[in-house]
């Protein structure tokens, strides 16, 4: 059995004590109808660094967003989303300043199996060629191979896995390519012989939709349902996986009250009633729209209330923190 519960390994990784920020650092120019000029929507490698980097904090098109995020809201956590296969061979894609300038501030960061890792797995038609599971096992393979390029270790900045962006909304739905995925990662780390104390927490985002009677942990029971049917998950049995590494990630925009509610007794009645163990559960994606709140004053009174329910040690104990949207 490994030495650390899932909650350990997350204080163990500095991902406790969350005060976040669900970052997408695209150009001012970009769209997903022009993606194209970009190739793809991974802005968290160098050749995009005056987004986020130092190098783009001053003068007068400055960003240095990541800079900012720390000393004007006190972020020490950033929620990424698509981060393709780095190609190292010529110097392409290298994550690896992006999260050296999370370390510099203090932060960590999530690294994202992307949704277009999913797109390769899932079961829907008109896709491209190229787009086959045995891609998916290779780009997986390939992020990996970067987080842990200086060997026993992650590269310093990385704070946890992320196992794809909500993955009942996209595709075939299918929470099978989630196990998968995480099978897959496993077997990477087992292919090296990485510590327990090496191994980073694993998070599963899912949105605050309702399933099963509860917001956003009923499609996570669906992965634990795939997880229990598998005889084990690389070196570890299915029940001692989750205990050890598994984080459960939702984004409710309800008001602060009821975000209370659901942190404090809907949650972790749910997991006891269906007898699964309970997981650290985090915030990805807090806020609200304006469509909700009716205006910005509203809006901000809203978010408030929110942060003030969902601070970190919440939840039994559990509540890792919050990203805000």
């Known amino acids: 059995m490994p ?18 920020i669900a970052y997408m650092p695209g150009p001012s120019n970009y769209t997903k109808e022009k993606k194209a000029q970009y190739f793809d929507s991974d802005f968290y490698n160098g050749d995009f660094e005056l987004l986020w980097g130092d190098r783009g904090y001053t003068g007068t098109y400055a960003r240095g967003d990541l800079r900012r995020f720390h000393e004007k809201l006190g972020a020490n956590f950033v929620h990424c989303y698509d981060w393709s296969a780095p190609v190292p061979e010529i110097h392409l894609r290298d994550h690896l300043v992006f999260l050296k300038q999370c370390t510099n501030l203090g932060m960590k960061a999530t690294v ?15 896709k491209e060629p190229w787009q086959t599971p045995q891609a998916a096992r290779q780009n997986i393979q390939k992020v990996f191979k970067e987080i842990y390029s200086q060997g026993a270790t992650p590269a310093p900045g990385a704070g946890m896995w992320k196992i794809f962006n909500e993955y009942e909304l996209w595709y075939d739905r299918n929470p099978e390519h989630v196990v998968t995925a995480i099978t897959w990662l496993v077997a990477e780390e087992d292919n090296i012989g990485l510590s327990d104390s090496a191994r980073m927490p694993i998070m599963v985002d899912c949105s605050f939709g309702v399933k099963d009677g509860i917001e956003g942990a009923g499609y996570v029971k669906d992965v634990w349902d795939r997880l229990l049917a598998k005889p084990n998950i690389g070196s570890y049995s299915p029940r001692d996986f989750w205990n050890a590494r598994f984080v459960f990630s939702t984004n409710p925009q309800n008001d602060g009250p009821d975000v209370a509610s659901y942190l404090s007794t809907r949650l972790p009645q749910y997991w006891q009633s269906h007898n699964i163990p309970i997981p650290p559960v985090m915030f990805t994606e807090l806020g609200s729209s304006i469509q909700q709140t009716g205006n910005e004053q509203n809006q901000a009174a809203w978010m408030t209330r929110q942060l003030a329910a969902s601070v970190p040690g919440g939840s039994n104990g559990m509540m890792l923190g919050h990203a805000c949207s």
């Not at 650390?4 to 005060?19: E, H, K």
């Not at 277009?116 to 899932?122: I, R, S």
Request: hydrophobic share 40%; net charge neutral; proline share 6%.
């Open 3 to 20: 030495a650390m519960s899932a909650l350990d390994r997350c204080i163990n990784f500095g991902v406790n004590n969350i005060r976040g």
């Open 112 to 126: 994202p199996i992307s949704n277009y890792t999913y797109l390769c797995l899932a079961d829907v038609p008109n």
